[in-house]
């Protein structure tokens, strides 16, 4: 029988509830258990596709096209899965399904409530989940925090699914913040006890309880949390502060939280194997060189925006034995002040990654020129590959007026353009080129020494284009298509083949970037800086 854990977060949003879902699927993972993971979002937002990142941190983009929570990426990250768009799941789908059977007359008449109906969809969306081929355990994460008012329907669901599983096959998971005073260096548990009381009250004991720290938490905070918690202290976990997110599997293994979750669920106890994931963080931990990396984007005032890109690249720095530290610099400031371009020799290459509209765009294109005109090792990502031919035609090309039509809907040279099945739409949500499309590699190129393969398979998320009927003017100026896709419609890859490294894509490689197996243009990347930091050759890969 599949087993249920449920992951909620108190006191504050954000507590890391993300990463403790992970780390848990992984203690299960190394014990040879098959787990899976749900992130439940209870805005009324049907997907994530439409939300700002200042606001909610990047969109993840699935194999099968859903935008989603960024925390799917983490579940991808830690567990070397896969998953789709039914792992995330909000408000606004169930309500949606909600609503359409009313609609249908699926109720037969009835006053449609809460609960149970709204309730019975969120619980059939978890088990439809758990259906899957080879699952043992489904991990489902609760956004937000106790208490919230839209959180309540998902609570009082998971809160029924103890009663219809059997309490050996649930566990409820509550993580939440025990904050340090400064001026007294107290860990103050007030806060998480009010947090469980919360939880009480909507009628969930939680089994264990991981507590959200800077530094490990002393005997009597343990003491406390287990008291007034009404759990055992073997019940009590502390995730506290580390130099890299992905020691928290291994310290939360070492307080013994893998081994209560396989007595507690009565699964078959096996022994640990650690040895992969420990080689990978010890290569963090222990660099041996450093390469700093510029990316000027226009979310540069929140990390969360690029998240799977920073770890895309800690990925192949980690491979190089290298030290990649990130600059987050606002595209804007090189619009404003261009003698600020200057800064850029500073680094050691330089990123551009996604981003949609005007604001910020030319600081982009001025950056890439920099770039390419002193050969730093370069690379784009989606926004930053349409950018990279904007500023090739305009200054390699002559074509003086050369923009996107996102950017400038008059240009006289639109080298980007809107992709024609994307015209007349007038919707938003969940309508862009989504998900995984093959790409055709082609042979001697650096595109092919990276990928190793002729053809590949690779996560998209956008509305325009290289234009059609640009490409024999850009090629003849020496820009290499390196990767077109398999109906030869799109552009997919773009090369300088006479620069150290040069090098962009309309897809986003870092959703499949995994601990130990690189994305591999963001090790092209990585390994090139480090390369011409050291006075290498151009790197053959």
Known sequence: MVKYIFITGGVLSSVGKGIITSSIGKMLQVRGFNPTAIKIDPYVNVDAGTMNPYMHGEVYVTEDGGETDLDLGWYERFLNLNLTKNNNLTTGMVYDAVIHKERRGDYLGRCVQIVPHVTNEIKHRIRQVANQPDIDVVLTECGGTVGDIEGLPFLEAIRQMRLEEGYEN?????????????????????????????????????????????KMIDKEALRKIA???????????????????????????????????IKRLRLPEKNPKWTEWESF??????????????????YAGLTDSYVSMNEAMRHSGAVCQTQVNISYMEAEKFEEKPEELETLKNFDGVFIPYGFGERGAEGKIAAIRYARENDMPFLGVCFGFQLAVVEFARHVCGLKDAASTEINPKTTHPVIDLMPEQRGLEEKGGNMRLGAHKIVIKKGTIAY????????????????????DYWKI????????????????????????????????????????????????????????????????????
Do not use: W
């Open 281 to 298: 963080v010890d290569a963090v931990l222990k660099p041996q060189c450093e390469v700093k990396v510029a990316l000027i984007g226009k």
């Open 474 to 541: 850009l090629q003849e100026h020496g820009l290499v298509f390196s990767g077109v896709s398999t109906d030869g419609r799109r552009m997919e890859i773009l090369e300088l083949p006479d620069k150290f490294f040069f090098f962009a894509s309309q897809f986003h490689g870092e959703f499949k970037s995994r601990p130990n197996q690189p994305d591999p243009e963001y090790y092209g990347f990585i390994r090139a800086c480090l390369d011409k930091k050291m006075g290498k050759p151009k790197p053959q890969f």
């Open 227 to 261: 008291l007034f918690g009404t759990i055992p202290e073997n019940a009590v976990f502390c995730s506290y502060n580390v130099p890299t997110i992905y020691q928290v599997p291994l310290i939360l293994d070492k307080q013994g939280m893998g081994d209560f979750i």
């Open 449 to 468: 020494q990276l990928y190793g393969n002729d053809e590949v398979y690779e996560r998209h998320r956008h509305r325009f284009e290289v234009n059609p």
């Open 170 to 214: 649930t566990l409820y998971v509550h993580v939440a913040l025990v904050p340090i005073l400064d001026v007294t260096d107290e860990m103050k548990t007030k806060p998480l006890q009010h947090s469980v009381n919360e939880l009480r009250r909507i009628g969930i004991q939680p089994d264990t309880i991981v507590a959200r720290s800077g």
